[in-house]
């Protein structure tokens, strides 16, 4: 029995809130965990058994926060922000298929979609940056603004290797055009898009432009209370959703012993690895410098995706 148009488009959307809002939580808790356990620490224990409810906690504190606009900020703008920086990465999961059939919004050239919805936070840090009226905040805005410039050009080549080999820009079809041999046909391709994703994220080794170290806490110095909880949301909210992308371009989505039945099984626990290791750089490589980071960029990463996407034109000539 299918269900009105009206009534699927309100459980889709219900289905993705509920995910956008639970996924980067589990990924946040990992973190916790994950990172503890490396160091030879337990991590976070007093919220839950063994912890497992610290960001619940913490997002009860955040909320009794006082959300504080300085007097200097360009108010509207400084308050905009974190909606700005959070909203894409909500939009770029709906696009995001989990199977052939799980798949919340189905959009044609889907990949160009979710690359450019998920490069619009950059607009939510950059206009932190600017309206919060502080110096540090704006010296920080712009070092973001011009790394995540620098690493989307990389990890757009590396996604259109990929979308050359499957002959399609929709992800659904990547994900049907997937085969095993690509680990290795793509392999560069997959390194430049993950360590461009994290740059892109602004994780360690790349969190020059937010360290404490660098420039207080860049764009987010002078935000408190939600404000500044919906961008460490954003942070989590973007690693899920470039796991899930990189499942889905790299590692076949779904494919996997039984897909038809555990598709999304399949999607989900490819994804969580993909983000442990992401969280994992975290805690074994120490920061890099400004002046690195580009150099990273421009150097080698543009160069590799460049070679990727020549090596996959020849293969596709030949065995397409």
């Known amino acids: 029995?299918?269900?009105?148009?009206?009534?699927?488009?309100?459980?889709?959307?219900?289905?993705?809130?509920a995910a956008?809002?639970?996924?980067?939580?589990?990924?946040?808790?990992?973190?916790?965990?994950?990172?503890?356990?490396?160091?030879?620490?337990?991590?976070?224990?007093?919220?839950?058994?063994?912890?497992?409810?610290?960001?619940v906690a913490d997002g009860i504190?955040?909320?009794?926060?006082?959300d504080i606009t300085p007097a200097a900020a360009d108010r509207w703008v400084f308050r905009l922000a974190p909606a700005v920086a959070l909203i894409p990465y909500l939009i770029?999961?709906?696009?995001?298929?989990?199977?052939?059939?799980?798949?919340?919004?189905?959009?044609?050239?889907s990949l160009l979609f979710v690359l450019a919805v998920s490069s619009i936070g950059i607009f939510g840090t950059l206009m932190a940056g600017w309206g919060s009226g502080n110096k540090y905040s704006l010296v920080g805005g712009m070092r973001a603004g011009a790394q995540l410039v620098s690493y989307e050009l990389p990890m757009v080549l590396a996604a259109a290797s990929v979308a050359m080999a499957a002959g399609t820009l929709s992800l659904t079809g990547i994900a049907q055009a997937w085969s095993w041999w690509w680990l290795v046909w793509q392999l560069p391709g997959a390194l430049?898009?993950?360590?461009?994703?994290?740059?892109?994220?602004?994780?360690?080794?790349?969190?020059?432009?937010?360290?404490?170290?660098?420039?207080?806490?860049?764009?987010?110095t002078e935000y408190s209370g939600l404000g500044f909880a919906f961008f460490l949301l954003a942070e989590y909210a973007g690693i899920v959703v470039m796991s899930l992308l990189f499942t889905v371009l790299f590692l076949g989505g779904w494919s996997g012993p039984f897909a038809d039945t555990l598709g999304p099984v399949w999607t989900l626990l490819k994804a969580t690895?993909?983000?442990?290791?992401?969280?994992?750089?975290?805690?074994?490589?120490?920061?890099v410098r400004e002046d690195q980071l580009q150099r990273l960029a421009w150097t080698v990463l543009v160069p590799l995706a460049l070679v990727q996407l020549a090596l996959t034109g020849v293969g596709v000539v030949i065995w397409g």
């Open 1 to 17: 029995m299918e269900l009105p148009l009206t009534v699927e488009i309100i459980l889709k959307a219900v289905v993705v809130l």
């Open 20 to 55: 956008f809002l639970t996924l980067p939580l589990a990924i946040g808790q990992t973190e916790h965990k994950v990172m503890a356990h490396m160091q030879g620490r337990l991590g976070p224990m007093e919220a839950g058994p063994h912890g497992i409810a610290q960001l």
């Open 61 to 66: 504190k955040f909320v009794q926060k006082e």
């Open 92 to 109: 770029a999961l709906a696009a995001i298929p989990w199977s052939a059939a799980w798949v919340a919004a189905d959009v044609p050239a």
């Open 192 to 220: 430049v898009f993950l360590i461009a994703a994290v740059a892109e994220l602004q994780r360690v080794p790349f969190d020059a432009p937010i360290a404490d170290a660098e420039v207080v806490f860049g764009p987010y």
């Open 273 to 287: 690895l993909v983000a442990i290791l992401i969280l994992w750089l975290r805690i074994a490589w120490p920061r």
